[in-house]
């Protein structure tokens, strides 16, 4: 047996026993999307029977339903903020949203605020190799900053997380204990696009030259981007998050990373999200690069990439180009993300392009059990709106209806061009409530 080894069984514990490891006050931050340690957050509120009463945690996009958050008995001993929220923290009363870029290190004003108190990680990493090391798989957003900071860190190891490349690496020494599991990581099915969908991505794609490198997120629009880009040549991907459709445009021979400036001929990520064939994908590969969160995301870093296309979606956006991309109103819907930061890296590329899609109405409740259409183009943001990216920094905007390109246009002219690719059931009223408002 190695040293590697023995100090692994040493440090081997089940999930009771790694969470004897926590104190009063600790505050405990948790491994993000389908990273999230399940084992450990399932049996997490049974540490009260330790004489805990005081846990904060700090999640993002937190997958999965707990007893710490559903069930009111722990609500006085857990309070989570969040830094992207799901649908699991939306509307539960000891959760609180964090305004976060990702290029933030937002571990350490978090770590500020409580009064000293030791930093645990809860992470989920591929099994260690006979070196000793564990990969953080699909998760390095904040996790190794955490433990490169001192952080108390507890694993759940599974053979079936992908072995993922870059500065995600775990060493067995920097781990206070380890729960094995056989778990597989959630997997994201993709829905079928619509001709809507389609017909987005098709313009968007007329935006993307050869050469280019691209960001894109998750969802069908995305996915009829990826769908439309494959006949391109000489692409190459610099993204937060990696997903089933870069890996088709890889596949496809569209992507070869070999116009980037900076890891060229690989792929750079901090975290993926798809599905089983992803992520069997992604294992053992060396073309994909898991960076940090503050390194992806530092808006310099993704410039140095020319022809750099950000793709991004918004719940809505005002007659001016305000784009709220977070919140419905002032009730918190998920998070900034990385928004702000790839669309300003983008546009500060040499022939870079900021790209804002999303299809041209939402359905939503009528208040009478029905469904009814809004425009997502509107006059003004809804009372309490949070502003994801500022009408300074919206670029290109693309709806089923057509391109508009506001970098630089006066509010008159931005009006007008948003006004042209909004639904033409709205277009009327939207022209009347732009004169009221002077914007024509």
């Not at 957003?141 to 900071?149: H, K, N, T, W």
């Not at 919140?327 to 890296?345: A, F």
Request: glycine share 8%; aromatic share 8%.
């Amino acid at each position: 047996m190695t040293d590697y080894q023995a100090e692994y069984v040493k440090k081997k514990r089940s999930v009771e026993g790694a969470l004897s490891l926590l104190k009063n006050g600790d505050l405990c931050f948790v491994n993000s999307g389908v990273g999230v340690p399940r084992r450990i957050l399932s049996e997490l509120h049974k540490v009260r029977g330790n004489g805990i009463d005081r846990i904060e945690l700090q999640v993002s996009n937190l997958l999965g339903n707990y007893p710490f958050i559903d069930e009111l008995e722990y609500r006085d001993t857990f309070f989570v903020n969040s830094w992207f929220h799901s649908p699991c923290l939306r509307g539960a009363d000891n959760v609180s949203y964090t305004p976060q870029n990702i290029r933030n290190s937002f571990y350490r004003r978090a770590s500020s605020l409580s009064n000293g108190c030791r930093k645990i990680l809860f992470a989920t990493c591929s099994s260690m190799d006979r070196h000793g090391y564990f990969s953080i798989s699909v998760s390095n957003v904040f996790e190794r900053e955490l433990v490169d900071s001192g952080a108390i860190v507890i694993v759940e190891a599974s053979p079936n997380y992908p072995r993922t490349f870059g500065d995600n690496l775990l060493h067995i020494s920097e781990v206070s204990a380890v729960i094995e599991t056989e778990d597989h990581p959630p997997e994201l099915i993709s829905q079928a696009c619509s001709e809507k969908d389609l017909k987005i991505g098709w313009q968007i794609a007329d935006l993307v030259e050869d050469g280019s490198t691209l960001q894109l997120g998750i969802g069908r629009i995305p996915n009829a981007v990826g769908e439309a880009l494959k006949t391109r040549k000489n692409l190459g991907i610099h993204t937060e998050m990696f997903t089933e459709s870069m890996m088709e445009l890889i596949e496809c021979g569209a992507v070869n990373n070999s116009c980037k400036s900076i890891y060229r001929g690989k792929s750079v990520c901090c975290f993926v999200w798809g599905t089983k064939r992803l992520y069997d994908f992604l294992d053992n590969n060396p073309s994909v690069v898991m960076e940090k969160g503050i390194w992806t995301n530092d808006p310099y870093n993704i410039a140095q990439n020319p022809k750099m296309v950000s793709i991004n979606t918004t719940i809505e956006m005002d007659l001016t180009g305000q784009c709220c991309s977070e919140s419905i109103g002032s009730r918190q819907y998920s998070g900034t993300g990385g928004q702000t930061d790839t669309s300003l890296g983008a546009q500060l590329s040499r022939g870079g392009k900021s790209i804002l899609a999303f299809p041209s109405v939402a359905e939503i409740d009528d208040g009478n059990g029905g469904r009814k259409k809004t425009s997502k183009i509107v006059p003004a943001l809804k009372r309490g709106a949070a502003v994801t990216l500022s009408r300074n920094d919206v670029d290109y905007v693309v709806t089923e209806y057509g391109v508009a390109w506001l970098r630089g246009l006066p509010v008159r002219e931005r009006a007008e061009a948003l006004i042209g690719i909004a639904h033409p059931d709205f277009r009327d009223d939207l022209f009347r409530e732009a004169r009221e408002m002077d914007y024509l």
